[in-house]
């Protein structure tokens, strides 16, 4: 034992020696981080983490739980996931219910420091600059920044401004929410420094430019100027709303509206005197066929479409599970999909006719044939019975070789003996049924329609539009609309419609208010636009209030025809539509009032008790 312990101190003395001589070993750095000193003091690290403060962006809207099924645009076929939660109106401080972590109060603040760091360390730079790039970065940190305090204002209304970044030796952390008025002039304060420092400078794909810097900062104006943040008229609308919290936390509790719609436009229009979109500048209809093509090449941002993305979320050398996976989440069970979000016959029944008339069931030329002769974005953004698509896997094939979207129940004749054949792409599927749609139509926007690509393990590079140049246009025609200029909001107007084959509105007044809203409905279908704009021009109980419904479709044999395999044909089969309500067991919509906004979480609140003391909801 002795021998032991006389071994044992003279290793210890060895070890003590080695460390007196050199002690590097102890200051040694992790080999997959980056010390915070080495980042601010080297211009390529600090670019890299300038470029990280974009990962709060997600994979944009593209997750398998879309904003969309929150609206009258869808709903999400699988429950137990918090979408209800929000559609019932039984979101409160405890449970919020389903929030993409793209808009969260955490995540936001999260990368709100990220931003004011950044800020903070380039606006004094310890290492050789080229000063364009620097101002770049900085341009891009306070865009950054803006945009995500601009999701926690539409959101959530007022919230606490944060213009740097906190330290241990803080005196405190408590921070009370800002009014909403000076919420929208931080962030529009932000957006105006960033466009500035961004002229001239030379666009990188998927970070912000001076366009995006406008059009955000025209989305923020748009929404003040609107009925939800306008006190007066939001009291007006809704006396119940200051009952949730205190009302300048959630609008402007004063001023003139009419200067806040002057701004409003010009912001928009300063985006159009920049950029140019795609197909604009029509002086009437294109063809049916090419104004399909043209809505899909905007979606896809192909063939010139990639003209409408002023700030898009790339999905480069990413993974099949991390992007690009539209077409397994959203698309048909027939095709071993998951249906995740499907539309509703609310949103099917708002897009027009070919001639610019509306859609009535009451008219029985439309409900004999209500997919004939319909506004070229509805061929483009949703799959609907007979439908022709994409060839079915191997393994399917031979059950419907022509590749038509069947949602339906019809008759086949079996060896002399008729049964039902359920479709391939319903509820009563031989193929994976449970992921069968419930409302009989499934997305086709934003799927590329390429056979080669197979949708459930296939990756495909399309951008999700954060913010686009037509974004700017409906913006500008909004606010022309609400100062009374007419003519030049149907001139603009009418561009985005003659280039997807729509004619020309001629409305006026309130008509054609009703008129823009619904072609904003239309056009940005699934963009995360729905869900702010009927909560802004405060109808939301109108429309998110109604129950999602779909469409039954049966059809029968005409007199001496028959089929042994299914097909869509309407020489051989008549078929009837009838519109249905959802069951209030999958989905009992509700709304509520205190649904204008989210909640905070209570978990947050207990973390910064001047939140408690100054509540918005």
Known sequence: MNRINKYLTFLLAACFTLTACNDDFLNTKPLGEVDETSVWTDLALAEAFVVGIYQGLGNGGFDEQMLASLTDEAMFTHPGRGINTITEARSNSADIGWVNGTLSWNNMYSRIRAANLAIDKLTSPNFPHSGATVDRLIAEARFMRAYYYHQLMRYYGGFPIIDKPYTLDAPTFDIPRNTFEECVNFIVADLDAAAGLLVGKSAIRGRATQAAALTLKSRVLLYAASDLHDGPTAKAKSPDLAAYGKLEYLAYASGNRTERWQKAQAAAKAVLDIASGNQMGLSAPVDHATGIQNYINNSMARNGGQNEILLGRFFINLKAENGGRQGLFNGPNGYNNWAGNTPVQLLIDDYEMMDGTSFSWNNPAHAAAPYDKRDARFYASVLYDGAQWKPRSSANQSRDPLGQIQTGTYPINSGGQILNHFGLDTRNSPIEDWNGTYTGY?????????????????????????????????????????????????????????????????????????????????????????????????????????????????????????????????????????VIDMDPGKENRKWLDKMYYLPIHRDEMNRNELLVQNPGY
């Open 442 to 578: 499934y997305f086709r926007k934003f799927i590329d329609a390429n056979p080669a690509i197979v949708d459930q393990n296939t990756w495909q590079e399309i951008p999700w539009p954060v913010l686009r140049y037509t974004e700017a246009v409906l913006n500008y025609v909004e606010a022309s609309i609400e100062l009374g200029q007419f003519d030049v909001a149907k001139a603009w107007l009418n561009q985005i419609r003659f280039r997807v084959g729509q004619p020309a509105v001629t409305e006026t007044g309130d008509a054609l208010r009703q008129r823009y809203r619904n072609e904003r409905r239309i056009e940005m279908a699934y963009e995360e636009q729905r869900y702010h704009d009927v909560r802004r021009w405060m109808i939301a109980p109108q429309t998110l209030g109604r129950q999602a419904n779909g469409i039954n479709i049966t059809a029968s044999f005409k007199p001496g025809q028959s089929l042994s395999r299914y097909k869509y044909d309407p020489t051989v089969y008549n078929y009837v539509y009838k």
